[in-house]
């Protein structure tokens, strides 16, 4: 890389809260710039303190923080972080937030509840951030609810290159959403393998339980491997479902493929109770210790995509390949 399309380590900085270091500092590899300290403790009464390790004045800054458990202290120290550098008078602030979980809370849908995905966006922008970097959001309107640019860019293409690797047959092998809300993103990864794709139909009945329904039957009679194609996977209910009706079905051989992996409570167990799964394939957007990880688990990295897309954005270059409503 040339240093013309290399950011300037003096001109940026970049912070990371505790949810996801791992990938923070991945990141920064990759666009090879120091990942600085920030500094974090509790006072006696329980209030948080967080304190940036580096100035900021005059500078780009870049804040990591995907929205995991617990959900609630990792968004106060993204919210701090923000209005830390705002204070500090960066000229910049970009919150780049892998995994986004409220982006679940995206209707009214049942009375006096909050679209809380965006409250969320406009706490993000008030905190102080300029610009917010996300990946595969829950549904596409969650885009409009941000009033400061925003980026919700794809692993589609990381997945597209794992499987290209081996000799998928479209006569035998199926991509499957397992709704309909996924179904157009199902669509390009399977264009992208040249492969069909098939999609049920899911009834949510509470935050744990799902029905899933539709003709996944007649889809996918006569194919005996399966893609199963979701965002992310959080207690393993529609997916483990949803494999049990493709086994039912005749599939022989599932593949379990999510961008957010949380596998929360039950999921793992849920899961590998279906012995036709024979492989999990998420990303890093949630981090998970490699000894809590599987031995079906397969995790990549989207490091290279955030990466990418901060760099074409730092230098002002379209991040249109790596968009999530893109076509690659």
């Known amino acids: ?26 990141i920064c590899d990759h666009l090879n710039v120091p990942l600085e ?59 780049i937030i892998p995994y986004f979980s409220y982006a679940r809370s995206d209707k009214k849908d049942a009375p006096r509840v909050s679209i809380t995905a965006r409250l969320i966006a406009d706490l993000l922008a008030t905190a102080g951030a300029t610009h917010v970097m996300t990946m595969t959001l829950h549904s596409a309107q969650v885009h409009g609810f941000f009033s400061v640019p925003t980026d919700p ?14 000799d998928l047959n479209p006569e035998e092998c199926v991509v499957v959403s397992p709704d309909m809300g996924r179904a157009e993103s199902a669509a390009r990864f399977a264009s992208q393998l040249g492969l069909p794709v098939a999609t049920a139909s899911k009834t949510r009945v509470s935050d744990t339980e799902v029905k899933i329904s539709g003709l996944i039957k007649r889809q996918v ?42 596998f929360l409570g039950p999921a793992i167990e849920r899961i590998t109770a279906v012995p036709q799964v024979t492989e999990i394939i998420t990303t890093d957007t949630v981090y998970r210790q490699p000894e809590h990880r599987h031995p079906l688990m397969k995790v990549l990295s989207v490091a290279p995509a955030f990466g990418d897309a901060i760099r074409y954005n730092y230098l002002h270059q379209s991040i249109g390949s790596l968009f999530t409503f893109g076509e690659k």
């Not at 890389?1 to 991945?26: H, I, T, Y």
């Not at 500078?59 to 972080?81: A, G, N």
């Not at 194609?229 to 599932?254: H, P």
């Open 153 to 166: 860019i794809t692993a589609r293409s990381l997945f597209g290159d794992y499987f290209r690797q081996r």
């Open 37 to 95: 300290e920030t500094h974090f403790s509790r006072f006696s009464n329980d209030n948080l303190f967080v304190q940036l390790g580096a100035s900021v004045r005059g500078r780009i800054v870049y804040i990591v923080q995907s929205l995991t458990p617990p959900v609630s202290d990792h968004l106060l120290e993204l919210l701090m972080m923000l209005d830390i550098a705002k204070g500090a008078a960066a000229k910049e602030i970009h919150a």
């Open 1 to 26: 890389m040339s240093q013309k399309d290399s950011l300037d380590p003096d001109n940026v900085r970049f912070f990371s809260g505790r949810s996801n270091q791992e990938l923070a500092a991945k």
């Open 221 to 262: 009679k006569g194919f005996r491997q399966a893609l199963v194609y979701d965002d992310e996977i959080a207690t393993g209910g529609s997916v483990s479902q949803l494999s049990q009706k493709l086994v039912q079905s005749g599939v022989k051989e599932i593949s379990l493929i999510c961008t957010h992996g949380l």
